[in-house]
């Protein structure tokens, strides 16, 4: 009995032994199924769970003005965002949230109630809010409350430069401006960050030691605007504007040297922090008034076709042109003027801006010439400058040129342009005859790297020194004795051009009573620091009346933020008062072209130029050659004339010629030379 | 000093060194364990004892001792760089939060100033505080000389 019991007992014990074994076996076996087998599967699930790919935002470049004043800058402000289902009670965590961030309860309770409903693990509660009230819902203290930073664009100057700087979309990506014809570089790159997070999606630890992809942020632009200059044209602009009820306009302020533009105003602003409330505004911050809407300029091109003349025809300032008492008919279209001239000397056909004049200068200087002359000054094509939807304005081909289009693009009509390009044109007469490519941005900076500085375009001569010089004479004559009395300035001489035209309808198909008014100019007219372009869209008065003053003020607060050396004695009294300002460029009011049967050939050449009668027994202008400097000054001293001396020595030749007309305010070129 | 067993007594012993009780008393108390046990204190001098020198002895200890310094000191070896490093990972990490924190004050200080130094609120305060352009007849030029326009312009070249 006992053997049997003790081999019971060993088989017993065997099998015990033997599932014991079994047992760990499968276990074993299992578990080099899980962590050898499906180890990649599980790995991948772990890593799922619990390691978040967190994105980087990169930030955006700053924009600074030429002195290094920041225009657009960044911030970074949380927005906060919730998990439903760790919501312990909706309705008090709805009431919990709504008080700091100023939400309506009920209204964010239902959202709640609705994520949680549908499972949801996110939600946001508000984006981008204050830094006060990131605060207050930090200092609550709940896991369930979460935040996300953002970096954000911010334009500390508020409504300046609004339409040059544009602004973003709310997930920061530029919609206008340079923001978005910057954008590229303003972005930067974003980088990527993996951390591991625990069950409430907290941070435990960066699985990286530091960044995985660190952010490269975007580049710093410095601009050539000055933002105190920006701010007297933004300011006048809307003052004007709004005094005479302009539905838009535009001031653009440029260097005439460099093209450096210092001013590129646009009316009506905007404030780039808030987002646009319909699309109505968003259509209206799309349109930079200064590069993106053309306009016919009127009397304003009067200065072209003057150059043109200048350079390839035999008439001068002082020849007289028929101005046929205010009216003259073409092919069969008549054009009136404003006043009833019946003759005036080319000078005056600039300084009174008379249409008939202007027509009978265009005629003499002949379509492929005019044609050519208007493409020199830029017209026609883009100017480059960095901004997105700039407009090249409209010159139609020569090809396509009616038998009316020369006497009406000489005086500005048939042909549409820009306020930079009317800017730039004029820079070419400020500027000694060079046409200059509008600068903007005149440094970059990359993150890390030094500043580089915008290389300079090479500037391209389209005129004669002789010729621009000559029509800053006669610019300066608009200003001193013409339409453009109201933009004289203390203390600087300034030269310009008044401009009127008036809108057409295209809905009515006829011209509207209220004009594009104008004036586009340069101070100090000797040597011009400065050129500024005004134009008001809607005004009922005309441009020497409504632009001229706010050049005036423009110019004035530039000269003086530039410290530019005044040039004439500072005179308190006011000798602004226009004698006239009526520079209408009127074509065909009201009657349609007839039919064009005569071509410009059956018009014949207008009448060859004679000396001015009111010039003849006027002073002339003294012979100072072979004298040096000191006896030039005492003899122009003595004949009240202003000179301009070029280099050293004794005077070789001066421009205007000894004997030709003294007009008022006259200045003299003299050329010194050992 | 020492506890000492002075004797343990046999049962009959005992039984002689207590009165003889009847047989009868059958409520007479057992003998406790132990109870017919005396514990005598007896005083040992041994201060004229001499602790004899153990070499053996005292070079085990000696190289226990240098052993466990040596584990020390390649304890601490081993660890001194891992623990420096996790204390300037510390002190890195937190430099970098404060410099990242000091980085977006910076920021919001910029962003400050620039608003408080935009040219609309420059010309609001000149406004109220009554600083104005002087007018055109208020600015006088000093010493004005016949060839100022023409230095002027020279200047200007």
Redesign the interface.
Known sequence: MDGQAERLRTTRLFLLAWGGLLWAIVILLRLVHLQVVRHAEYAQQARAQHIRNIELPAPRGAILDRAG??LA????LDSVYVDPRHIPDSRKAAYLLAGPLKLDPEDLYQKLESARRQRRGFLWVQRRIS?EQSESLRSLRHNWIRFQPEIVR?Y???T?AAHLLGAVSFDQQGSSGLEYSLERELRGRNGRLKILADVFDREVTRLDPGWAEQPEPGANIGLSID??I???AE?ELQIAAEAEGCWAGSVVVMKPDTGELLALASFPGFDPNQPPRNRQEAELRAHNHAVSVPFEPGSVFKVVTITAALETTNLRPETVIPCGNGRITLYGRTVRDHHSYAALPMADVLAHSSNIGAIQVGLKVGEDRMYEYVRRFGFGSRTGVPLPAESKGRLRELAAWQKTSLASIAMGHEISATTLQLARAVAVIANGGLLVKPKLILWRQRPGAAIQPEPDQPPVRVLRAETANLMRRLMEGVVLRGTGRAARL??YSAGGKTGTAQIYDPVAHKYLHVYNASFVGFA?A??PAIVVAVTLRGARHYGGAVAAPVFRKVAQEALRLMNV????????ADDRTPVETNDLAVADLGSPPEEETATVAELGDPPAAQPAPGYASAAVIPDFQGKPLPAV?RQ??AAGL?????GSGVARAQFPEPGAPLLPGARVRVVFAP | MATLVTGVPSSEAAAAAWPEVEASDAFRLPLLPWEDVYLHVKRIDNRRLVRAGDPAAWRMCWRAIRGALLALGLLVVILTPGVLSRIEAHRLAGLARQHQALVEKRSELELEEAAALSPARLEQWARSLELLDPAPGQIHTLNPSPAHGAAVHARLR
């Not at chain 1, 202003?642 to 070029?646: A, D, F, L, T």
């Open positions: 004043r920041p800058l960044r911030r970074r830094p911010q500390p100057k508020g300046l933002e105190r920006q701010f007297a300011r203390d203390g100090p000797v040597s050396p005044k040039d004439l004695p500072e005179s308190p000054l122009a001293l202003q000179i301009e001396p070029v």
